[in-house]
C-alpha cells in the first residue's frame, strides 16, 4: 500500500490555514500542474481545498505559464512547480512560477521529492540547472 507523503498534505494545510487566517479567504484553491505528484490531489481532497489542475506543454512537458496565469483568482493559496516532475523528469520554470506568485502574493512551493537530493549537485557535476530552490524569490519555505 503506498502512502500520501504527510509532507505534502501538511504544506497544503499551512497555505489553506494562512489563506484564511491572513488573508480571510474562506475557500481557498491550489493551482499544480497535471504532473503534479498525486498527494497533492490527495491532500486537498482531505483539507476541502479546490485544485486547479494546469496543462504542460506538449514537448517540454513543462506547465503553462500562461495556462497558470490564468487560473489565479482572490482565492488562491498556493501555486506549484515541481523540481523535477516524475511522470517525465521534467523541471517546472521555477522562476516564472515564483515571479507569478510575487506579482500576485501567492506563495509558491517547490516539490523536489524526487531531485531534492540529487538537483543541488548537477552543477557541480557540470550540468547547470536553472535555480529552483529557496534561493529564488516566491519559494516560500
Do not use: W
Not at 490527495?42 to 505559464?65: E, F
Amino acid at each position: 500500500m503506498h502512502q500520501t507523503p504527510t509532507s505534502i498534505i501538511l504544506a497544503i494545510k499551512a497555505y489553506r490555514d494562512h489563506a484564511r487566517e491572513v488573508k480571510g479567504v474562506e475557500n481557498p484553491n491550489i493551482i499544480v500542474p497535471i504532473t503534479a505528484h498525486a498527494a497533492f490531489d490527495k491532500g486537498a481532497d482531505l483539507l476541502d481545498i479546490q485544485i486547479k489542475h494546469v496543462p504542460v506543454d506538449p514537448v517540454t512537458q513543462r506547465v503553462n505559464l500562461k495556462k497558470m496565469k490564468a487560473m489565479i483568482n482572490s482565492s488562491t493559496c498556493m501555486l506549484l512547480g515541481s523540481a523535477p516532475q516524475f511522470p517525465h523528469g521534467s523541471i517546472d520554470d521555477i522562476e516564472g512560477i515564483a515571479e507569478l506568485g510575487l506579482q500576485y502574493d501567492i506563495p509558491v512551493h517547490v516539490d523536489a521529492c524526487l531531485g531534492g537530493f540529487l538537483i543541488p549537485f548537477m552543477k557541480d557535476a557540470g550540468y547547470p540547472l536553472k535555480p529552483f530552490d529557496f534561493s529564488v524569490p516566491g519559494v516560500t519555505r
